[in-house]
């Protein structure tokens, strides 16, 4: 519904900015109205009343006429024009909090900030004319000569406005141009003289003629470009350049012999033998055959190998290059090989080998976990060259791929580019013939969507066109009164079987001293890209997906001086990257949480990719001649790639960095790689009626808002394993100190399935919604695997179209069926710390940053996209604890210990073991009898230091502290004397997670490894013995040595864990993760 324009509509402004400026007008009675954010046509009455802010919804009839959904037992009225309405209710008693008073201005949208550096030169055209001579005219001659200037300025556009054609422009489009020349082109000339860059009457007459640019372009895009010839400035992107063509792909050398011979590299081998020498060996993984050979000589006999489904394990350290394959031989004994690589690069090529073989030969009908290959390259509109391999191969700088594993394909391909001069048709030829020369595949087209020149692409191999679904794809405009394509974004999203992914790819304003506009391009994109699930209509796209990557120019600039250009370019190539991302304006801004809250981003080890010289790599042309001056455009991490997941799902970077060889644009392309865990659509195997049904309860719920609304709230609950969205009843409200708003929930769902291995895989999607107006006041997600054992504490930042709205604490309790969850293909691969046992001298692998400062058992870091660094760990919006149940040493009656068995095909996830949700052991109690400091969820804080020996049972008083967690039929604990505002401390999720931080499996080569020897040496062990030359367990870092000399081996009734031991009694192993059994409802 059109509006005119009036100053107390401030448009589709979100709620919280609404609360901020009725907040700073202070006085009772000032109101604003805005446009609802839940109904469309709707808008939202917002009045301020003792310092709270009611608000009031505005709904249109079938006939479009407006009314007040005010207080009951007041007449219904309906008005034609919001104008009338507002008027009306200035008058007592008709049904508000206070009457309308006091008109709350619209802000002017916020200078975007000068330029410092260098000094802001005068302004063109204008302050010219004033002196003829060009010496300084006096106060009082100033003005007139101003006036004349003016009067010039004015007269030359109205020339050049009567010999303009504008006969095919609409009348009243004719009539605001000239209007504007007549009286304002004038005032936006004095503004400019004194300073300001902004010229508010011609934005104000652009927007005017852009307001329907959506529904009528072809109506408003010849005014326009007449407007664009008038002023002889370009507003949009040029069009109909020359472009060469490209089609030479099938003649280049490309690598595909990797898929006929074998591969060769010399990595040096480490045996755990009594004699500790260092052996030399060749390792050759035929990939099509599914073995793996061990040969002492490069042509020697093919005598030892193994066949995929022998093949246990493998387990990485992190301080050293060293592979640990845990292989099984005759009489189900396990046998452990450990190999010390060149460096971690090229043991990282292996595994993906390994994985990409242990893949091909899998019997599951569908895989679950993919690799993603995301790019993004401002192309500057140039042709590429002919050669683009080296972007799909990630070579070049930063976090790269093996030369062993560069071939192996990836599942999908999204590629996104910016100021892209080819058609759609052409440059999807020349990505497809580009990956086929790489991959020897013929990758299918998923989705393309294009704005302009922005563009993103989608391709996936052939075998996955079936099990993608739902394919989505939208744009948003932020260009000129974002009305205009030459920025903004494109995006797509797709569910894989049972996983939804969304990618955004956005060109965001440029310019080093516009970052507060490139903040508000994000709000924009994020507020009205309408992508995903429509269901989902409270959540904007950044709780839609299971994975989000955000991709593109976002042209953030390294704030410094311009004087400090050459200083930049030194330690660019003294590669001192950590002191210019410091000045990273993107890394300050999200930061502060202004920008991209809770996005995730590959630590950057490559150089900025803008702005170089073209045609080559070695020299930035950081500096511009304009009409104006001089402009500077210092070298800047501007296209960049960022990633957002639901919490506890794998997801791992393997990639991120740029090539050096593509030079045909003033950017590099940067490419970035990620092994994603994937969902399949459940099947039961269960009779439907035979099973139980499961429940999920939400317990001792609350939720802090920061808000100075006076309304009551519900929450929302929706989920695909929910037959439909769930209403929450009324909560209770309860103020807090510091002005925010507390308020109370607990419901309980019932899913559609109740099947753990289907339901562990859920998260719960949660939205605060207000009754009177049902618009959203946060939302947050809770992952259902945290409460896979017991109940469990979450708490989640609560987030609206990107702003940090307040936070929900609580509990979850899950009531499942009999059943378990089968392994996953990013199991096969874990971590773990290197034995104290090393050699001295031996510090960490330089090459090798993801080593830890001390000894700390990691299995599965990246399952919950933690990656590997233990510092600088941000805020992620989602915590959960966990702790032992009173009295209790384990599930099974076994101490705390730390045990983590690792077997592929028959996974064993330990309960005997208590662990925090970043797979890191915690011991209960320490040997003085107190609790040892548990690990903190880096992902939410700080992590703390082990300490002393587990014992068999914690200790009495240690525990008297922790509440009893709910039963398995949810009945509710007693009140403690705790603080009541915090919810019961909750018993412990004893689960061990196991994860991957190699790279994708599939079809693929025989690769074949050699090994030479190093210096690296290594003391016998004999885990299962007591021996003189003692060495720390490898899973076990809060415990101390496993042996000490004169002491006894304490006896053991656990199943040994492939890292400590040399065999497994088949006996011992069990036969599939023991999942904690709940009774049936009589």
């Avoid at 859920?762 to 049902?774: A, N, P």
């Avoid at 690296?1016 to 809060?1038: D, F, I, W």
């Amino acid at each position: 519904m059109s509006t005119s324009y009036q100053p107390w509509h401030h448009g589709n402004i979100t709620r919280s900015k609404a609360e901020d400026l009725l907040s700073k007008a202070a006085k009772d009675g000032s109101f604003l109205l805005r446009d609802s954010e839940s109904i469309q046509g709707a808008y939202a009455l917002c009045v301020l009343f003792q310092n709270c802010v009611y608000t009031y919804r505005i709904l249109p009839n079938e006939e479009r006429k407006l009314s007040v959904q005010a207080s009951e037992g007041v007449p219904i009225r309906f008005f034609s024009v919001l104008a009338d309405l507002v008027e009306t209710y200035y008058s007592p008693n008709m049904g508000l909090a206070t009457h309308l008073q006091f008109p709350v201005q619209k802000e002017e949208e916020p200078e975007e900030e000068p330029a410092k550096y260098p000094p802001q030169l005068p302004p063109r055209n204008i302050s010219g004319g004033l002196s003829a001579n060009g010496s300084k005219e006096t106060h009082g001659g100033e003005s007139q000569t101003s006036e004349l200037a003016c009067a010039s300025l004015r007269d030359t556009y109205l020339q050049r406005l009567q010999q303009l054609d504008m006969s095919n422009l609409p009348e009243e489009h004719q009539q605001s141009i000239q209007e504007y020349f007549h009286t304002s082109l004038c005032l936006d000339a004095e503004q400019a003289q004194n300073g300001n860059p902004n010229f508010p009457r011609l934005k104000k007459l652009i927007m005017g003629i852009c307001k329907h640019l959506n529904s009528e372009i072809s109506r408003t895009l010849p005014t326009l470009e007449a407007f664009q010839r008038l002023l002889d400035q370009q507003l949009s992107p040029g069009v109909g350049r020359m472009r060469s063509q490209v089609g030479c792909y099938y003649n280049q050398p490309y690598i595909s012999h990797y898929f006929n011979v074998n591969i060769q590299n010399i990595v040096p081998f480490v045996k755990s033998e009594l004699l500790g020498l260092t052996n030399k060996m060749f390792i050759k993984v035929d990939v099509e055959t599914g073995k793996i050979y061990f040969k002492k000589y490069k042509d020697g006999p093919e005598d030892k190998y193994f066949v995929h489904n022998k093949i246990l394990q493998l387990v990485k350290s992190q301080k050293v290059a060293k592979l640990v394959i845990v292989v099984e031989t005759e009489k189900e004994k396990t046998l452990r090989k450990e190999f010390v690589f060149d460096d971690t690069k090229k043991r990282e090529g292996f595994c993906q080998l390994l994985q990409q073989m242990k893949n091909k030969h899998s019997d599951k009908p569908e895989p679950d976990m993919i690799t993603v290959f995301v790019g993004t390259w401002n192309m500057g509109n140039a042709s590429p060259p002919h050669s683009i391999a080296s972007w799909f191969q990630c070579k070049g700088q930063g976090k790269t791929r093996d030369d062993t594993a560069d071939h192996i394909p990836h599942d999908i391909y999204v590629i996104g580019t910016q100021e892209d001069p080819l058609g759609e048709k052409e440059w999807i030829d020349t990505l497809k013939s580009a990956l086929r020369g790489t991959t020897n595949i013929s990758f299918k087209q998923i989705a393309i969507q294009t704005l302009w020149n922005i563009r993103i692409v989608v391709l996936a191999k052939p075998e996955h066109e079936n099990r993608i679904s739902h394919i989505f794809s939208d744009s948003v405009k932020t260009g000129i009164a974002n009305a205009l394509g030459n920025k903004g974004a494109v995006g797509v999203s797709f569910m894989f079987n049972g996983t939804s992914f969304g990618f955004v790819n956005s060109h965001l304003t440029s310019g080093s001293e516009k970052k507060l506009r490139r903040n508000q391009n994000y709000v924009s994109i994020l507020r009205f890209l309408n992508l995903g699930d429509k269901k989902l209509n409270p959540f904007d796209i950044t709780h839609r997906f299971t994975h989000l990557f955000w991709l593109g120019d976002l042209n953030y600039r390294i704030e410094l001086p311009s004087t400090e250009a050459e200083s930049i370019v030194t330690k660019i190539k003294q590669q001192q990257y950590q002191e210019l991302l410091c000045r990273d304006q993107l890394t300050i801004e999200k930061g502060e949480g202004k920008v991209f809250l809770h996005y995730d981003e590959e630590e950057i080890t490559f150089a900025p990719t803008y702005r170089f010289e073209r045609d080559t790599r070695e020299k930035y042309a950081y500096t511009k001649a304009k009409a104006t001056g001089t402009k500077y455009n210092l070298p800047s991490w501007c296209d960049r790639v960022l990633r957002r997941s639901y919490p506890l799902v794998h997801v791992f970077c393997q990639s991120y960095g740029c090539t050096n060889d593509i030079m045909t644009s003033d950017h590099s392309p940067v490419f970035s790689t990620f092994e994603v865990g994937v969902s399949s659509q459940f099947v039961s195997k269960h009779d439907p009626n035979s099973v139980s049904q499961g429940g999920i309860k939400f317990m001792n719920c609350v939720a802090t808002l920061m808000t100075k609304s006076k309304t009551k709230f519900f929450i929302e609950y929706h989920s695909s394993c929910l037959e439909k969205f769930v209403k929450s009843s009324e909560g209770e409200n309860q103020d807090h100190s510091d002005g925010n708003i507390k308020v109370r929930f607990g419901n309980q769902l019932v899913p559609i399935i109740s099947d753990p291995e289907y339901l562990l895989d859920q998260h719960i999607l949660l939205c605060v919604k207000s009754t009177d107006c049902d618009e959203s006041y946060g939302e947050g997600c809770v992952a259902l695997r945290a409460a896979e054992s017991s109940y469990t504490e979450f708490q989640v930042t609560l987030t609206h179209h990107g702003e940090r709205t307040g936070t929900l604490t609580g509990g979850v309790q899950l009531r499942t069926s009999g059943g378990k969850q089968t392994e996953k293909l990013y199991d096969f691969i874990q971590v773990e710390r290197d034995d104290s046992g090393a050699p001295k001298g031996k510090g960490v692998d330089p090459n090798n940053k993801f080593a830890f400062p001390h000894p700390i058992d990691i299995t599965n870091p990246s399952y919950m996209g933690v990656g590997y660094k233990s510092v600088g760990v941000t805020d992620r919006g989602w915590s959960y604890s966990m702790s032992l149940r009173s009295g209790s040493g384990g599930v099974g009656g076994h101490g705390g210990k730390d045990q983590t068995p690792i077997f592929p095909r028959k996974t064993v996830y330990d309960h005997n073991t208590v662990r925090s949700p970043t797979g890191k052991a915690m011991d209960n109690v320490g040997e003085d009898g107190k609790p040892a400091e548990m690990f903190d969820n880096p992902l939410y804080g700080s992590m703390g230091k082990c300490g002393g020996g587990a014992k068999d049972s914690p200790d009495p008083q240690s525990s008297k502290d922790h509440l009893t967690a709910p039963d398995p039929y949810f009945s509710f604990p007693k009140p403690s004397d705790q603080d009541p505002d915090r919810p019961p401390v909750p018993t412990p999720r004893n689960r061990s997670y196991t994860c991957s931080e190699t790279k994708p499996p599939s079809s693929g080569p025989t690769s074949f490894t050699s090994l030479h020897p190093q210096s690296y040496t290594k003391n016998p062990v004999k885990p299962s013995r007591s021996e003189g030359g003692m060495v720390l367990t490898a899973n076990k870092p809060p415990l101390p040595m496993k042996s000490r000399p004169g002491q006894a081996e304490a006896t053991s009734t656990k199943p040994r864990d492939y890292r400590d031991s040399s065999e497994l009694p088949s006996k011992l192993r069990p036969t599939s993760r023991p999942i904690q059994p709940l009774p049936k409802e009589g």
